[in-house]
């Protein structure tokens, strides 16, 4: 008999990708689904996951615990969102409008905006302020069921702006529920100063920047927009090799807005993923796959730039290669905390089932980042890391598409939200 110190049961259903992680093909659609489903938890870790029937031979409530009805809900892990540029200053709500208008992404970063003018926003914030931002930013994170996120740089382009958001990426992680893993993207844009020798910036990244992030242990990832726009193939594959050199992992923004074989490059370097591949060529998949590379696909950056070129994530799947969602949160392609709206474009825009929806978003994506042994599914021994939805069944978060169905959310075996109760349920007293 276990003890534990949290128990759910009599949810309507409780739903989860199953491991070994990464769940590549047929695999990406596998859900455990438990009708009358029940977890518990002792501290941090699931003790039991599977039919309430089951539970009271199994587990008991220690004294002191909390046993919590969930008749009527769905249970899912909470969402690992494994690409977000978190800590940024600024509003680029002018250009959306100017979009709107028909304008596009290029043109208004090549005038000098788009990434650039975050960059100015982000270097005037103070610390105090870039934290209360990314704090709110991981509230809305949290109430929309993503317990764990990936967190960028890449809006200082300084050495000190840089380590000032990462510093504030790590100051929050210290109090704020969601868990976050730090990614240095100093390689995100020539910054203006520096146009005119983009040399002199490839060499300060390389010398100063990279060494700094990996001897304050401000990051465990390095990444690289590799686009026409921002840095070629060579440049990454130099700024890369460095940040593993120095103990950082590479990820790669690649093939976003026009073909560049970024993902060839990531799979020769063995990356933990490569993002976007709006444009991934036939033999980037291939290769991919053959490197067992995590492909991040991120809708909502396709819905937010009005383009009409999804990623191939079908193609993706039948080649083998891993899948994982993500919401690309950031002020330019995708203004949202929502993986909840990432899981719906997937189905109806990517063309994948919900349940290889769900996986993307949780397993695979904890996958990416390093952590499917612990976190991104419900099983016996791992972090008790979930989502208690107003649904009666999965399917309903896509079906049911635009609202919150969150209801609680628990980190670490711990009701970290519970959502105040809508005027409607509450019952007047006299
Ligand atoms: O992932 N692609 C590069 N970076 C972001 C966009 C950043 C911005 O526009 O501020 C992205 O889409
Ligand atoms: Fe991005």
């Given amino acids: 008999m276990r003890e534990a110190d949290l128990i759910l049961e009599h949810a309507a259903q409780l739903a989860t990708p199953?491991?070994?992680?990464?769940?590549?093909?047929?695999?990406?659609?596998?859900?455990?689904?438990v009708p009358d489903g029940a977890v518990a938890a002792a501290g941090e870790t699931l003790v039991f996951v599977g039919p309430s029937r089951d539970l009271p031979s199994k587990v008991r409530l220690k004294s002191g615990g909390l046993r919590l009805d969930v008749s009527g809900k769905t249970l899912l892990p909470g969402f690992v969102d494994p690409h977000t540029h978190l800590p940024f200053a600024g509003s680029r709500a002018q250009e959306f409008k100017m979009r709107l208008a028909g304008r596009s992404y290029e043109e208004i970063a090549v005038a000098g905006g788009g990434i650039l003018s975050t960059v100015e926003a982000t270097r005037a914030a103070d610390v105090p302020g870039l934290a209360s931002l990314s704090v709110a930013r991981l509230d809305r994170m949290l109430e929309g069921g993503t317990t764990t996120c990936e967190a960028k740089s890449g809006y200082g382009l300084s050495l000190e702006a840089e380590l000032k958001q990462l510093r504030v990426v790590r100051e929050v992680a210290a109090f704020h529920p969601v868990e976050i893993v730090s990614t240095f993207l100093g390689a995100h844009a020539v910054p203006k100063e520096r146009r005119a020798h983009r040399e002199e910036y490839l060499r300060e990244l390389v010398e100063e920047m990279i060494p700094r992030?990996?001897?304050?242990?401000?990051?465990?990832?390095?990444?690289?927009?590799?686009?026409?726009t921002a840095f070629t193939l060579e440049e990454a594959e130099a700024v890369l090799e460095t940040g593993r050199r120095n103990g950082l992992k590479p990820r790669l923004h690649a093939d976003q807005l026009s073909p560049g074989g970024g993902a060839e490059l990531a799979a020769r370097m063995g990356a933990a993923s490569a993002d976007h591949l709006e444009f991934v060529s036939a033999a980037g998949i291939e290769a991919m796959a053959a490197a067992g590379v995590t492909a991040i696909v991120l809708p909502g950056?396709?819905?937010?730039?009005?383009?009409?070129?999804?990623?191939?994530?079908?193609?993706l799947v039948e080649a083998g290669v891993p899948l994982a969602l993500a919401t690309d949160l950031n002020p330019g392609t995708c203004m949202t905390e929502s993986m909840a709206l990432m899981v719906v474009l997937a189905c109806l825009e990517l063309k994948l089932s919900v349940e290889e929806a769900i996986t993307a978003a949780t397993l695979n994506a904890a996958h990416s980042l390093g952590l499917a042994r612990r976190i991104g599914s419900l099983e016996e021994?791992?972090?008790?890391?979930?989502?208690?939805?107003?649904?009666?069944e999965y399917s309903h978060l896509v079906y049911h598409f635009g609202v919150n169905h969150v209801e609680a959310v628990i980190k670490k075996g711990i009701v970290v939200y519970q959502r105040a109760q809508a005027a409607g349920s509450v019952r007047r007293s006299g």
């Fill in 301 to 315: 950056a396709g819905f937010f730039l009005m383009s009409k070129h999804w990623p191939p994530a079908r193609r």
């Fill in 18 to 33: 199953l491991g070994p992680a990464p769940c590549t093909g047929p695999s990406l659609g596998n859900l455990r689904v």
């Fill in 213 to 228: 992030v990996a001897e304050e242990h401000l990051a465990e990832f390095c990444d690289v927009f590799c686009e026409r």
């Fill in 381 to 392: 021994g791992k972090q008790a890391d979930l989502q208690v939805l107003e649904i009666p």
